[in-house]
């Protein structure tokens, strides 16, 4: 199995090493983009070339997963003496977004997503173009499908991040939904209204290219693992949990339909994925934190995982989240052991296994002081299978299917049996129904949000969607403003 990792690696290493031009600037004529794709490997390369492109620092490898997009929700401890990135954390736990600091992180962020999302149109527009190059109608249509969810996934994040609120806004913003293939032409800018109904057109389209084509539908997950279980002729199709699959379209429907406040579309999506069988007639997936975080010490559950970024520097690249370091510099980020109490406040630490195995506790800080340092994205130089269990960022996980299925039942018992359900896989059995009546979901939701995806990039928009004004370890009440980043960038792209 491992030399088929290694053999998966190399092949992919030398695709995007004949595509870092693409990676990294548009062609500079319609000539080359042509060129571009005019092969099917071209348009294999291109499509990898999104996938990391997304995982790029900017983006989702780090400023929308790790740092910033989490300083935005209060959850680090940041420090005015810090340089670099971490001032910028500084003033954006401020909510202080005029500073020059907080202003270029978000342009990065601004322009790194629409950076994936062009390359991703240019997928889009030559796979329409030139069918003839593909080796089957179902590759072009799983390849094109995957681009529209990209497209999709990005825009969803510029609208979570830099939009107005999803209910009730008073401030009104306008953004660009992107279809050029240009960086240096200018959108159409849409409404709130306009712009959802394109981001809805994107999945609903993903979705219809990706049914019935997507390898998915023949094979398990287990099977698509890699080239060493041999069901694919086409090898390019395997590892289909670290790409947008249809399960994952249908995950990231889910989440855009709880953000816009449509209840019963969110409930219907996340319960279709939580009673989806695959083609055994097995469970599609199941919640994975016992078997994944307790029995292997993959504390980012790549098994519940439905769409996972790969990343090989990972470990490099969070060094600043501390890892397994015994200490702390003010230019990291970590939290307070006071903090780590409030995160389980009401938990049962002794069996909950979030705090037993994915917060070191024996991190001492800059005045050397207990705190806690989040272990998602560390691991030991010798494990086994590193590529595919630890180097992974998670972008859409089952555990956030269970909380969205939970919050959107119309049925309190079954609420209350999801919940047990959701708090078994963490190790913790409840004694009673947790909720007497709907009304007390709401609070707990936001709660397991916060232990839950401590490090993803997810809380921020928890709260915006809540509209929440008293946010944990936050010492202002947050106003609408302080939820709108629209005037944090002035263009689609960096100069």
């Known amino acids: 199995m491992k030399k088929y990792y290694f053999i998966w690696g190399i092949a992919l290493a030398l695709s995007c090493l004949s595509c870092n031009d693409w990676l990294d600037v548009r ?18 390369d291109a499509l990898i070339g999104c996938y990391m492109a997304m995982g790029g620092t900017d983006v989702y490898g780090e400023k929308l997963t ?18 670099g990135d971490r001032l910028a954390d500084y003033y954006l736990s401020l909510h202080d977004y005029q500073s020059d600091e907080a202003r270029s992180a978000m342009q990065a962020i601004w ?22 190059v593909f080796e089957s109608e179902a590759a072009r249509a799983v390849i094109q499908g995957e681009a529209y969810a990209i497209r999709a996934y990005c825009q969803l994040d510029v609208l979570r991040l830099f939009g107005q609120l999803p209910q009730n806004a008073t401030i009104q913003v ?3 939904y992107t279809y050029t293939t240009a960086f240096n ?11 959802v109904l394109r981001l809805k057109e994107d999945l609903n389209k993903a979705e219809e290219l990706l049914k019935d084509n997507d390898p998915v539908f023949s094979y398990t997950f287990e099977e698509l693992g890699g080239p060493a279980y041999g069901v694919l002729e086409d090898e390019f199709f395997y590892y289909r949990q670290t790409r947008l699959n249809y399960w994952a379209v249908k995950a990231l429907k889910a989440r855009m339909y709880l953000y816009l406040g449509e209840k019963e579309n969110a409930y219907n999506e996340a319960m279709a994925l939580i009673n989806a069988v695959d083609v055994n007639g097995n469970r599609l997936m199941e919640l994975s934190g016992n078997s994944d975080i307790v029995e292997n010490g993959y504390k980012a559950c790549p098994s519940e995982c439905f769409f996972r970024l790969s990343k090989y520097n990972i470990k490099t690249v969070a060094s600043f989240l501390i890892g397994g370091n015994t200490d702390a510099t003010y230019s990291d980020l970590y939290i307070s052991a006071e903090q780590l109490n409030d995160l389980f406040e009401g938990q049962s630490t002794d069996s909950h296994n979030r705090y037993r195995y994915v917060w070191n506790r024996s991190v ?5 002081d207990p705190c806690a340092a989040i272990l998602k994205y560390y691991f030991s130089d010798e494990v086994e299978n590193a590529a595919v269990n630890y180097q992974i960022i998670p972008m859409l996980r089952m555990s956030e299917i269970y909380l969205i299925a939970i919050e959107t039942t119309p049925s309190l018992a079954e609420a209350n049996q999801l919940y047990a359900d959701y708090m078994f896989d963490r190790n913790v059995v409840l004694s009673g129904d947790a909720f007497t009546s709907l009304y007390d979901i709401p609070q707990v939701i936001e709660d397991e949000y916060r232990r839950e995806f401590f490090a993803e990039g997810q809380m ?9 004004k008293t946010v944990l370890w936050n010492y202002e009440e947050m106003t609408e403003e302080d ?8 263009s689609e792209f960096n100069a």
């Open 27 to 44: 062609p500079e004529t319609e000539q080359k983009e042509e060129d571009q794709f005019s092969t099917y490997k071209g348009f294999r």
């Open 66 to 83: 790790m740092s910033h997009i989490e300083s935005l929700a209060n959850l680090w401890q940041t420090f005015s003496s810090s340089t």
């Open 174 to 176: 306008s953004l660009p």
């Open 483 to 490: 939820y709108v980043l629209w005037e944090c960038v002035s």
């Open 364 to 368: 001492r800080d800059y005045y050397d």
């Open 460 to 468: 921020f928009y928890t709260y915006k969607r809540m509209n929440t």
């Open 111 to 132: 322009s790194g997503l629409y950076n994936v999302i062009v390359q991703a149109n240019m997928i889009i527009k030559y796979a329409d173009e030139n069918k003839e």
């Open 185 to 195: 032409e200018r959108p159409e800018y849409y409404d709130f209204a306009n712009y």
